[in-house]
């Protein structure tokens, strides 16, 4: 007869059971966790076909590294909105929603100091579009126009001339100023041709004047203020039947000229020891001009950024002396000229041309084809034909 388990045996046998329960679980769940770590990291397909014909990647190519999310209720990487309207100002591309609202507000120009006294100015880095050019003495002034843009403040603000008048009157924009030239003569008088011209004056209203600086180079305005000034008078929204020029990107880095440096001398005679020349440095990196003025480097206030421009026109025009107490001048911003224009880091010598008052001032190659720029920034440098002068620096 065989003996009978004592108590003390029974016990033993059945913690054994438990334990071989219990460890027969722990592997059980670590195989499942081994098979869904071999699933997540997609393991199972490379031991499937590490060997298979059908694996005929070229080992050149790197394989993706797919990994499932599961349940994952974020959307990653969604993509950015096209740009694919362009500014007819300057050819910049913006998003369907950002050229809607951008219609809505109209453009603002701005006379803006180049005087010594006045540097640094402020707002230069954010204008869409520049036009320098002589007033009196060999001193240039330069005329902003503001649209994709908005900076704190702009200025210091100066006065108006005639032919600036003539050069902003194709985009009807608001115009901020502070005083005028009055004369006698009509190619001079721009404070009659304020009104004659229709023009939308929102003049000195909304500027002030700052106490860390002296008159005349003290004055200071606001583009948010000229906006609201010209919506209160139903002067908003884009110009209609605004001919724009044309654009195009730029060209691809292996394709564009050398970083050759170019000086503007405005005035050979009256040249303030050479404290309006410009120099425009070509960056082949950015494709852009960085600008220099009396032999520094131009940097807007607002932000302490050297002002750049993507495109850089030289147009020469015809200029003589108004033959008065106040040394203007009188610039002939309508007909035709010579023009040059800095692109790709290649000059392009073609001509200019302006038929009346409204038409914007197209530039061609010298085969007369138009000229298209490249999207961004265009700085307009007019020159005298005889007492200005253009040079290619090498070095």
């Known amino acids: 007869m065989p003996k009978k388990k004592t108590s003390e045996t029974n016990t033993k046998e059945k913690v054994s059971t438990k334990r071989i329960i219990l460890i027969s679980l722990s592997i059980f769940f670590f195989l499942i966790l081994v098979v869904i770590a071999l699933i997540q ?34 959307l990653v990487d969604i993509p950015n909105k096209p740009k694919t309207e362009q500014s007819p100002i300057n050819g910049q591309l913006f998003t369907k929603e ?56 702009v200025g210091s603000v100066r006065s108006a001339r005639q032919y600036f008048l003539e050069w902003l009157s194709p985009y009807d924009p608001l115009y901020i100023h502070v005083g005028c030239a009055s004369t006698t003569n009509p190619r001079t008088d721009a404070c009659d041709h304020l009104f004659s011209y229709d023009l939308k004056d929102v ?30 008078r139903d002067w908003s929204g884009f110009p209609k039947d605004f001919e724009s020029w044309k654009f195009k990107d730029d060209l691809n880095i292996s394709e ?62 015809k200029m003589e002396s108004a033959h008065d107490d106040k040394g203007r001048i009188i610039q002939d911003t309508i007909g035709e000229g010579e023009a040059i224009i800095l692109m790709d880091g290649i000059e392009i010598y073609g001509t200019w ?24 920034k265009i700085w307009i440098a007019a020159i005298s034909d005889t007492v200005g002068d253009f040079e290619i620096i090498k070095n």
């Open 41 to 74: 990291f997609n393991i199972p397909q490379y031991f499937l076909f590490s060997n298979n014909t059908l694996n005929t990647a070229d080992t050149n190519y790197i394989s993706a590294n797919k990994k499932t999310i599961i349940l994952s209720p974020t």
């Open 98 to 153: 950002e050229m809607t609202e951008l219609m809505e507000i109209r453009p603002v120009a701005v006379m803006i100091s180049n005087h010594v006294d006045a540097r640094p100015v402020s707002g230069l880095s954010s204008a869409d579009l520049v036009i320098e050019s002589l007033v009196e003495w060999g001193i240039t002034r330069n005329m902003a126009f503001f649209w994709s843009e908005t900076p704190k403040e």
């Open 203 to 232: 003049s000195y209203f909304g500027s002030w004047r700052t106490t860390d600086a002296y008159a005349p180079h003290n004055a200071f305005s606001s583009v948010t203020y000229a906006r609201e000034y010209g919506d209160d």
């Open 256 to 317: 564009r000229g050398d970083a050759y440096r170019y000086e503007i001398v405005f005035h050979k005679t009256l040249n303030n020891r050479g404290l309006y020349d410009t120099i425009w440095e070509y960056n082949n990196l950015t494709n852009s001009y960085k600008r220099y003025i009396g032999g520094e480097i131009d940097i807007d206030a607002n932000n302490g950024k050297q002002i750049t421009a993507k495109t850089v026109v030289i147009q020469k025009i």
């Open 353 to 376: 041309e302006k038929t009346d008052r409204m038409d914007r001032t197209t530039y061609y190659d010298d085969r007369g084809n138009e000229i298209e720029f490249n999207r961004g």
